[in-house]
C-alpha cells in the first residue's frame, strides 16, 4: 500500500508526521522535537499496529513530503543559505520559509523543489577518487 505522510514544523519546538490515508482503520502519525524524530516515531506506531493486528495490517510504501522548515530539520546537513543562493532566492526569505514566519507560494515551492531535484542530479555525478 503506497501511502504519503506529510512532515510539517508545528512550531519552534515540534513537528509532525502524518498519513494522508487511514491504514486498518487507523490514521497514522509521529511526533517529536525534529522532523527526523517525528518520522521515526511514524515508522514506530506503524510497528506497533502491525504488532497488534498482524497479517491484517499490510506493507506500506511511504512517499514524505515536508514542509520548507521541517525539509531542513529532517535533512540537517542542508544549508539555508547555500539552498537559497543555488535556487536564486534571498536567503532572509528561506529563512522566513524554514521558520515558518511566510509560506512559500506554489511558484517558489516549484522553483525550490527544482533546485532540489538539480542538486541530487549533481550529487548522484559526483564521483570520489582517493
Known amino acids: ?37 517525528a518520522v521515526e516515531d511514524f515508522y514506530a506506531s506503524y510497528r506497533e499496529l502491525r504488532e497488534m493486528d498482524g497479517d491484517t495490517v499490510p506493507e506500506i510504501e511511504v512517499e514524505l513530503k515536508f514542509d520548507v522548515g521541517s525539509l531542513f530539520s529532517y535533512f540537517s546537513f542542508l544549508n539555508i543559505e547555500g539552498l537559497a543562493a543555488h535556487s536564486g532566492i534571498r536567503p532572509s526569505a528561506m529563512r522566513q520559509y ?31 577518487f582517493a
Request: charged letters at 20%; proline letters at 1%; aromatic letters at 2%.
Open 1 to 37: 500500500m503506497k501511502i504519503v505522510a506529510s512532515v510539517r514544523k508545528a512550531n519552534s519546538s515540534s513537528y509532525s508526521c502524518l498519513a494522508d490515508v487511514m491504514v486498518s482503520n487507523c490514521l497514522l502519525a509521529g511526533y517529536g522535537k525534529s522532523a527526523r524524530d
Open 98 to 128: 524554514a521558520s515558518g514566519v511566510r509560506k512559500p507560494n506554489a511558484e517558489r515551492l516549484q522553483q525550490i523543489q527544482q533546485n532540489l531535484l538539480e542538486i541530487s542530479q549533481e550529487i548522484q555525478r559526483a564521483r570520489l
